[in-house]
């Protein structure tokens, strides 16, 4: 992150933290797809940055939804815990929500003495998340795709173990993770692709092709699916095949922190078209019934070097190719 152009810092005066009426109703503010609630009572505080990114949650791999310029005054409703960030001598794990931008702003970056802004209350807890995926959940999220009730109910725990394993434990981890296995696989763990007859042909949860990844899935399972390929939608296998590409073929976590559903689509492997637009869809149905509240902005694009079939690249290489250089000037 680039270092802040320096900024006159105005002096802080206690009588500007207290809660003032801003609004006489809610105002709902259009941005993209959802809907931003501007609360009736916010604390104005003034911002340090030239540059500062407004992200979707608190922490520093949460999608950027805008960079807001400055130093300028902003108005914050509440405050919550995330990522620690320092600027000079100062570290806080504090992050102002700023509902007219919506979404937060590291308060390392606000003018105020200490790391925590006085006068504002903490946010809502999040929706406490079990952990577990049920059949009801994804029955909800996803509709007439759970084709066959049963045969995802059996696999379910095996699914479960799996997002553990992965770390797959936050609501856009699970909504990105579970809307891939749900347009390849149907959430069915021993699916074999329709008329494909090939030897190692799409199998199991995540539709694991090619002997480039039968062979490494195996040896990383302990398994020989190179002559035995069948064993990929086996149950004992294949949820941990789907965690071995998450996580080892591919580190597609990330990505689904950034709201990136693009690049998560591109990981997967499959060319770029209609089918991307179809999975970002779901990626948002799914996020507003994990989290309770409306999806924000979603990115489904792809670079050009990324519309193509990807199958084939290690990991290394399409770290490589899906690398994008942070924008200068822009911190938080």
């Known amino acids: 992150m680039a270092a802040p152009a320096a900024a006159p ?11 003032k009426r801003v609004l006489a109703s809610v105002i709902a503010i259009t941005a993209g797809s959802f809907a931003i609630t501007v609360p009736a009572y916010a604390a104005p505080f003034q911002t340090t940055a030239t540059n500062l990114n ?54 390392a970056y606000i003018d105020t003495p200490g790391t925590k802004l006085p006068g504002v209350p903490d946010c809502p807890q999040d929706p406490p998340q079990t952990g577990d995926v049920t059949l009801a959940d994804v029955q909800a999220m ?23 394993d992965a770390n797959i434990n936050t609501v856009y981890r699970k909504a990105a993770f579970l809307t891939t296995l749900v347009h390849e696989s149907r959430l069915e763990y021993n699916i074999r692709e329709i008329g494909d007859t090939r030897l190692y042909g799409g199998r199991g949860y995540i539709q694991l092709t090619g002997d480039f990844n039968y062979r490494p899935a195996g040896q990383w399972l302990g398994i020989d699916l190179i002559n035995n390929p069948e064993l990929a939608r086996d149950i004992r296998y294949s949820a941990q095949i789907a965690r071995w590409y998450w996580t080892v073929a591919r580190n597609i976590n990330p990505y689904a922190d950034q709201l990136k559903m693009g690049r998560v689509n591109a990981a997967i492997g499959y060319p770029a078209g209609a089918e991307d637009q179809r999975r970002c869809d779901t990626f948002r149905t799914a996020i507003a019934y994990l989290s309770g509240q409306p999806a924000p902005a979603v990115n489904c694009s792809r670079t050009a070097k990324m519309s193509g079939d990807t199958t084939r690249l290690t990991r290394a290489q399409f770290d490589a190719l ?4 942070g924008a200068p000037g822009t911190v938080g």
């Open 9 to 19: 810092r105005p002096s802080y005066r206690p009588g500007v933290a207290m809660l």
């Open 54 to 107: 407004i992200r979707s949650d608190a922490y520093l791999s949460a999608a950027v939804v805008k960079v807001l310029a400055g130093p300028t005054s902003v108005e914050v409703d509440c405050q919550k815990s995330g990522d620690s960030v320092t600027v000079g001598s100062r570290t806080t794990t504090w992050w102002a929500h700023l509902p007219a931008h919506g979404g937060y702003a590291t308060v």
């Open 142 to 164: 996803f509709g007439s795709r759970i084709a066959n009730p049963s045969l995802v109910q059996t696999g379910l725990p095996s699914l479960n173990q799996a997002m553990r």
């Open 322 to 325: 899906a690398k994008v250089p």
